[in-house]
DNA sequence: TCTCACTACGGGGTTTTCCCCGTAGGAAAT
DNA sequence: ATTTCCTACGGGGAAAACCCCGTAGTGAGA
């Protein structure tokens, strides 16, 4: 029997590694990549705009502009019929099961062989989704039936959590963002009850390995 | 005139992005990539047991196990003649800086396009060198022509660095290295000096920055 | 031999962080 | 209507981080 072409599109910031495993993939025809964009912004507008849907999407997370939560969730919400594969870098299980809870239907490592690509892509588009050896966590089965709701962050606390990983200290944030210190002190409060820690430096860590922020050196370094 | 065929060694934690990178790569013939490797130390033993040398090695910083700065250092105390692209996936002036400090001929960031990548091979093969427009920087050139000495850290200040980066306080770690808070805040502040910041937040966030640390999130946190 | 870097400590201090206790207004959801 | 969440404060205090000042031994290298 003849197999149907599988369109997908492909979301990352690194143009030569999604060229690289574009061209791996569509060796054989089966796979063909129809959308290509370098975050999530770019993918949306590009998505807005196509004749087709394509089927499913390779997401990375980390990226500038638009990361893969904010894209997962607008998926999700307006063109629920494209899958999510994930495709991230280091194997961060919070990262991974945040976007589980987001809707994204499996996930891969980077570090995985390049033909398993091809065949979570083909699992999700025959069954609808691809459990690595990874799903098996309490944690992503928690997540993936709801049994743990997802903190979203405010705005507030997303700037402040950029001020936090910073030298500044709590009153210095405080005059940058316009507010006293003590509700500088609140918003990180509530900062660290989302995040489960209970101090600065765990809390500016656990943000990088998420994804929420950044991670470059402090600006007035000279190594 | 027929060019003769160069040989690279690609060396990235990364296994699909380096299947996919190659296949690209050596689509012409051009370029034939003789030895993979999923780190530092995997690399110098195929390296070591190999009959012949490659001319170019494609070297990821952030790796497992051994990761760039060490790769690279081995590389030019015992292999001078393998020239360094460095192919990283994020533009940390920082941690490039530091790859030219210990030798390498050329860097490229992942998001460049993946013609680029074979543009810097046949250029570092021809001219023993490549350089990106990032080369420009200041610091890039005072540290190519050794105005800067980069520092290095001792074991004692790699430990530390390490407990800096969880939510134990400096008695807490003083205990698990078993030495006085004193010592632990003495290496820290060579740690500060070094890295030229005043807090810990900011010192473990350069740390993640130039992958001397891994950044995975607190081992106590659930989401 | 003399310096230099690393390590290890201590005294005594300031600043910052962190943690309670509150109050209070506004917006959104039930 | 009432709860719930966010935001914005404040008082007061304990703990941690940070910053000087020292001394001293060790081992590497000039």
């Not at 899958?83 to 809870?101: P, Q, Y």
């Not at 820690?197 to 950044?214: F, M, Q, S």
């Amino acid at each position: 029997m003849t197999q149907p072409i599988i369109n997908i599109a492909f979301v990352d910031d690194h143009e030569s590694v999604r060229t690289g495993i574009a061209t791996f993939i569509c060796r054989t025809g089966r796979i063909n990549v129809q959308i290509e964009a370098k975050n999530g912004k770019d993918f949306l507008q590009k998505l807005s705009k196509a004749d087709t849907i394509p089927d499913i999407c390779l997401l990375d997370i980390n990226m500038p502009v638009m990361n893969g939560y904010e894209t997962q969730m607008e998926l999700t919400k307006n063109w629920p019929q494209v899958k999510t594969l994930v495709l991230t870098s280091h194997d961060a299980e919070l990262a991974i099961c945040r976007m589980i809870g987001y809707g994204a239907k499996g996930f891969l490592v980077k570090s995985c062989n390049a033909s398993e690509i091809e065949k979570a892509i083909i699992s999700i588009y025959n069954k609808g989704i691809y459990h690595s050896e990874l799903a098996r966590s309490s944690l992503f089965n928690a997540i993936l039936h709801k049994q743990i709701k997802l903190p979203n962050f405010t705005e507030q606390e997303m700037d402040v959590l950029r001020l936090c990983s910073t030298q500044l200290t709590y009153a210095e944030i405080a005059k940058k963002l316009d507010v006293s210190e003590k509700s500088v002190e609140g918003t990180r409060n509530s900062l660290f009850r989302k995040m489960n820690v209970t101090t600065r430096t765990a809390l500016v860590l656990y943000a990088v390995e998420l994804g929420l922020i950044p991670h470059h050196a402090p600006a007035n370094s000279e190594l």
